[in-house]
């Protein structure tokens, strides 16, 4: 109805999950790191908490956008509303092995075989079961023995559960104790705060068409909005369309604080058997609100950072997946020889073997790049040189334009191997340890991909991570001047972080295909400084000139 008013080409707040519109919050960075390391490291059962509308649905499509290809193998229960027998039937179905009429020794049998079968093909399976909180007793029993299927070094089967903080009460109980001691990841997932409440909603604006999406709700509208919805971002969807709705039957361009406290009168119109569910919410939502303004009070009068300063070696943020499409399968016999000539390697041999190619064509210095993985992973103060830690898409990390680390799985070989890519070509990629002299394919990189791998970059002018809107710095004035480099060339530098240049973030983020936070990282650093010629960081591509003007 309003889409045309608004300039809009589509609804930006349906509450139906839409892989273009997902917005990757600070909370859900953090639970989605947790998920990648529990399924990368096998650790056996994860366990996923938030409240209704916290957005636990979107992460898990999320999630299953980011390991859809021939590592993983996926399962998703929607419905635990099961018996025992049912809920192995169910698994095996999803798993497409064959479970009609089949009793539980059978069925456990079948699954077995199969999970040995993915092992050895060097796959890991995932199952995740949503709405965890309504799981009985003895079915959550029968899910604690599917992790007694293992090998020697592996858990067969990796097990995510995923529900409502009831989940968490459900598992505390004494007679489930022994499922409990076992999951070795947990997290909650918390609603979004304001700034990212404001980011989110700008976001989709944007996704949805709007031109100028940070003109088209006021900002006392946008701290109404938080207000109300407590950063939930189910609520936050509803009172923004409704509150579209209402700016468009008063005739107006932006949407007013007034059209959302009438978006917010309207929602809390209960009848009457309604009451108490309401009275329940908005409960909820005040003890949220006093829980987050309580901790930002404390913050500002402590002048505590919001963020913490980043480390040498820093967790990416992971880029938003495209809807999926049918990937490209590679060449089976070239692969097993690749697998084959790389298992000839230890896994120290291959690490150091990739660490030395990535220095010489970074121009490292002798002792700059880490000579052990423990030495990666702790990083170092005394050198220029950082490493990005990097959980995602591979062919992701190509659009970066810029050397890697690639851990990789081999089926069936104990430990990891490590190759440096450093060169990117139409025939493929250059890969340093090369058993093979023909270097690596796109499918390929898909195929070996374990999940992890670095990039090193350099701080060139020793920035810190920016952050805070109002934030008022020297560093803020060279991070303007880096994005007119850019191409933001009316940016004014002030040196105050401010909307404009807040905007700027989010349309260069935008532009390199990463996630959008309004957030200068690391990864942000890195590819502001390969604009414009001051710089010269190493490439994947023969191009080591350029930007844009």
Sequence with gaps: MYLRYFGLQEKPFNITPNPRFVFLSRQHR??????????????????????????????????????AHEDFRLA??????????ELLAAICREYGLEAEATERRDLLDRLNRF??????????????????????????????????????????????????????????????????????????????????????????????????????????????????????????????????????????????????????????????????RWAFVTGTVLIALITVV??????????????????????????VPAPASVAPQPDQQRLGQLRSGLADFGEQESFSAAVQSLAVICGAEKGDFPRTRQALEQGSAITSWRWLAYNGDPEALLTFDTPFLLELRLPAVSGRRYVAVTGSQLSGLTISPDPGDTGLTVPELQALYSGRAWLPWQN????????????????????????????????????????????????????????????????????????????????????TTGGRS
């Excluded at 559960?161 to 022994?178: F, S």
């Excluded at 969807?237 to 007034?258: E, M, T």
């Excluded at 930002?296 to 913490?308: D, F, G, K, M, T």
């Design 294 to 319: 309580g901790l930002a009070a404390y913050l500002v009068r402590n002048q505590q950072p919001l963020l913490l300063t980043p480390q040498p070696v820093t967790a990416l943020s992971i880029p």
């Design 115 to 276: 999970l040995l079968a993915e092992n050895s093909a060097g796959r890991t399976v995932v199952l995740v079961i949503d709405e965890a909180q309504n799981l009985t007793a003895p079915v959550l029993e029968q899910i604690r023995l599917l992790s007694n299927l293992e090998t020697e070094t592996d858990k067969l089967i990796q097990i995510v559960l995923v529900g409502q903080p009831e989940l968490g009460e459900l598992l505390a109980q004494p007679n489930l104790r022994q499922l409990s001691q076992r999951i070795a990841v947990r997290y909650h997932l918390r609603p979004m705060d304001r700034r990212d409440t404001a980011a989110y909603v700008l976001h989709r604006l944007r996704i949805a068409g709007a031109a100028h999406p940070e003109t088209l709700v006021t900002s006392s509208a946008q701290r109404a909005l938080y207000r109300a919805s407590g950063g939930l971002p189910r609520l936050v969807n509803v009172l923004a369309d409704r509150a579209l709705l209402a700016a468009y039957s008063a005739d107006r361009r932006q949407v007013s604080r007034s059209d959302l406290q009438l978006a917010v009168r309207e929602l809390r119109r209960p009848m009457k058997h309604d009451r108490h």
């Design 76 to 85: 998703l229960i929607f419905n635990p509303s099961l018996s025992s027998e």
């Design 30 to 67: 953090e639970v989605f790191a947790h998920l990648l390391y529990g399924l990368q490291n096998r650790c056996g059962f994860i366990e996923i908490t938030g409240e209704v509308g916290a957005g636990k649905t979107t992460m898990l499509r999320t999630l299953f956008a980011q390991l």
């Design 460 to 543: 060139y002018l020793d920035l810190s991570s920016v952050s805070v809107a109002g934030m008022q710095s020297i560093d803020v004035r060279t991070v303007q001047t880096l994005l007119q480099q850019a191409g933001f060339s009316r940016l004014t530098p002030t040196g105050i972080y401010d909307g404009p240049t807040i905007d700027a973030v989010l349309r260069f983020q935008a532009e390199v295909g990463i996630t959008q936070d309004g957030r200068v990282g690391p990864l942000t650093l890195m590819l502001l400084y390969r604009q414009g010629d001051q710089f010269h960081p190493p490439r994947l591509t023969a191009v």
